[in-house]
């Protein structure tokens, strides 16, 4: 079917001239009699002008069909090399696209790209012969990203992915939407008949804050397991030697063969530290799978609860240090006015509030991390013995005590033969020291425990606790408790036992931990160290130590690989990762720590990694050449030459035997995502893929421009008229 346009060529000027023009002679042909021949003959005049003035070009097509254009993706990947009957996966897709070749170019125009760690555009399907697996996995976001950068002048209508789908689903979704069309997922791979279960992958956070609610989310695969009711269990172990025990379950039937399930779950952290989590899926019939992890907890922050027996140097210097960390939360109280201090006014009309103590230690005690008693008397008060055994109980359920020495404290507050006695690493003395009048320097025990090594270098650490002020005035104690660990003693004083006399002992208590500090005077190591430029913050990092090992904070490390799947594709280059967290556990900045890699193989040989940053606080760690057997990843985090935390990670590895299943949830995904389809390769045609291709479109074919008003001849008719008209007019006397 041939047709015909026409584009003007005039500009602005010359086609509001040209208006002007046919008005002016409109005006004139009704305002002078010259007759009809005369005003034809001048209005063929002025339009030949008027034509060449704007020099319109006509345009002659031919209406042509036009196929849609396809985009062939083949997954070249290392997987792609796993079993599809008689030839490997890849070979398999060779062979279908080299049968079905004429059926296809038929169809469509295509455009061909091998995916691995890249795009490789092939020209043609000749180039297909030449194309070997990779041994690099397939990474999506690269590959597919390249592929719709180069595709982007070709506009294709629809893509057909070739894949055993052994890649990152997320990964995979995000960069086929880059894409923008609908993309036919074909699945490459023998059939799996074993009915079960693959837990993919399980999103937990870096860390929980405790008594704070956090987030699961687990993707969980079933193969051949059509309209049979599925259960996805979370359970909770609240020790190592306790059960497992249910939090939560949702149930789920898979509709086809081969499904992809994915669910949340809510979860409330309750024990600082690690807590221990197992994701479990089963239906009848079916092995059950499951899969543990575990998820640190810290606090968001610290809950101090500070009674002092009266106002004190330590009171002050110590409170003043717990109140300038935004992270802490001080209540205190310091005792004014003891019960035996009468006076003769009502309570109401003092300026001095009673004493809470039912609140503090009966109702309010669960709400704080840390609990400290300095030179602090139950005696004066008349403490009924439950509240001495509501702390005691406050310890055992994981709460941190503290307790600092005095002329009230220890036996002289009441303590013996109580249930916080109970709690402490030392029993109480009932012989009550002169405590003002004695002075003594402390003796650390070992300088590798953390409470003593507060620097960097061991060195450093030594020589400031051998030049520190001396102390004044400490408690007496009968022994020191088995399961107890003395960190600071006296360089003279005995126990009954011939002991040394601790000084400072931590003890752990049910899921608490107690420290016992007996003197009162470490304000002494702040105010008389402040002109020592080498033990200038000893106070504060003394102070900032006891708090993170009390509360449990220590002990956590800072450093965490991120959890594994269940099944390790035997790609090379393989990935991990893992974070290195600050203080605060908020990502470590670049630059902030120094990270040790180390690779144990198989045969016990080593080797030093380098790790790549991917963002703040998250890196990389790229391996290959991995033998087969297990290995085992450690990397540990330095800061100004300080162990901030270290992890370990072992994986097994099996190259060249075992290959990956095909993940046809995975590439269900990605059709279902884009608005395609998904088909098995082995149990469908190509008509059935073509068929689902647009059909052609009509489009124009320019054959010929022509500029007929353009040319001289049209310039001289256009004069020829215009003299033919004036010679006429003449002849009849008109002016």
């Not at 074909?186 to 079960?196: D, H, L, M, P, Q």
Request: hydrophobic residues 40%; glycine residues 6%.
């Amino acid at each position: 079917m041939n047709s015909f346009s026409v584009i003007w060529r005039g500009n602005f000027w010359i086609e509001f001239a040209s208006i002007a023009l046919i008005l002016f002679l409109i005006r004139h042909l009704f305002s002078v009699k010259t007759g009809p021949t005369l005003a034809v003959l001048r209005i063929l005049g002025v339009l030949t002008l008027i034509l060449a003035a704007l020099n319109p070009e006509i345009v002659f097509k031919r209406s042509i069909f036009v196929k849609p254009h396809l985009l062939i993706l083949i997954d070249r990947g290392h997987s792609m090399g796993g079993p599809a009957g008689k030839y490997n996966r890849l070979e398999t897709v060779k062979n279908w696209l080299s049968q079905n070749k004429n059926k296809i170019q038929d169809a469509a125009e295509t455009s061909l790209f091998a995916l691995a760690s890249d795009a490789k555009n092939l020209s043609s399907f000749k180039d297909l012969q030449n194309l070997k697996v990779s041994q690099a996995d397939f990474s999506p976001q690269e590959a597919l990203t390249a592929a719709a950068s180069e595709s982007q002048n070709l506009t294709p209508e629809r893509a057909w992915f070739f894949s055993d789908g052994n890649a990152p689903q997320e990964e995979l979704l995000a960069a086929a939407q880059e894409l923008k069309i609908p993309v036919d997922s074909i699945a490459v791979g023998r059939s799996i008949e074993k009915k079960g279960f693959l837990i993919r992958d399980i999103q937990s956070p870096d860390f929980a804050f405790l008594h704070g609610k956090f987030t699961f989310g687990v993707g969980v695969e079933t193969q051949n397991l059509k309209q049979v009711p599925c259960v996805l269990s979370l359970f909770k172990k609240e020790s190592k030697s306790s059960p497992w025990k249910t939090l939560s379950q949702s149930q789920f039937t898979p509709s086809s063969n081969y499904e992809s399930f994915e669910d949340s779950f809510t979860a409330i952290a309750e024990r600082l530290g690690g807590e221990s989590y197992r994701f479990q899926v089963e239906a009848a019939g079916v092995s059950p799978v499951s899969r543990e992890i575990t998820v640190p907890v810290i606090r968001q922050k610290y809950r101090i609860m500070y009674l002092a027996g009266r106002p004190s140097y330590e009171y002050s210097f110590l409170r003043r240090f717990i109140k300038k960390d935004p992270r802490r939360e001080l209540v205190s109280f310091v005792i004014l006015r003891n019960p035996q201090n009468p006076v003769f006014i009502p309570d109401n009309q003092l300026s001095l509030i009673p004493f809470p103590a039912q609140n503090i230690f009966l109702r309010d005690i669960s709400q704080f991390d840390l609990f400290i008693l300095e030179n602090f008397s139950a005696q004066k008060f008349n403490f009924p013995p439950v509240y001495l055994e509501s702390l005691a109980n406050y310890v055992k359920k994981g709460g941190a005590l503290l307790v600092l020495g005095g002329q009230n404290a220890f036996s002289a507050g009441g303590y013996k033969n109580t249930p916080l006695e109970e709690a402490l690493p030392v029993a109480l003395s009932s012989q009550i020291p002169d405590f003002v009048s004695r002075i003594f320097t402390p003796r650390p025990v070992s300088f590798k425990h953390p409470l003593i090594n507060l620097y960097s270098d061991p060195a450093v650490s030594k020589a400031v606790w051998e030049t520190l002020p001396q102390l004044k005035g400490f408690g007496l104690f009968s022994a020191l408790k088995p399961d107890s660990t003395p960190v600071l003693i006296h360089p003279s004083e005995k126990m009954p036992s011939g002991s040394p006399l601790p000084i400072l002992a931590v003890r752990k208590f049910g899921r608490g931990r107690v420290m016992v500090i007996s003197s009162d005077s470490l304000w002494r190591w702040k105010l008389q160290n402040a002109q020592k430029a080498q033990g200038r913050n000893f106070y504060d990092r003394f102070w900032s130590r006891v708090i993170e090992y009390l509360t449990g904070t220590l002990s956590l490390s800072h450093v965490r690989f991120s959890p594994i799947p269940d099944e390790i594709v035997p790609v090379e280059p393989a990935h991990f990762f893992f974070s290195v967290f600050d203080s605060d556990f908020s990502p470590l900045p670049e630059g902030q720590a120094a990270l040790s890699l180390l690779w144990t193989k198989p045969d016990g040989k080593t080797q030093n990694l380098k790790p790549q940053m991917v963002k703040p606080g998250y890196f990389r760690v790229s391996l290959t050449g991995i033998p087969a057997g297990i290995n085992i990843l450690k990397v540990s985090a330095y800061r100004n030459s300080r162990l901030l935390g270290s992890d370990s990670l072992s994986f097994s590895w099996s190259p060249g035997k075992n290959y990956s299943p095909v993940r046809r949830s995975v590439l269900k995904s990605v059709s279902l995502n884009s608005g395609g389809k998904f088909f098995e390769l082995g149990k469908t045609s190509a008509n059935n893929l073509l068929s689902l291709l647009p059909p052609p479109k009509r489009r124009y074919q320019i054959n010929r421009r022509a500029r007929p008003f353009a040319s001289p001849f049209w310039l001289a008719l256009s004069c020829a008229i215009l003299i033919l008209e004036w010679t006429l007019r003449r002849r009849r006397g008109l002016p």
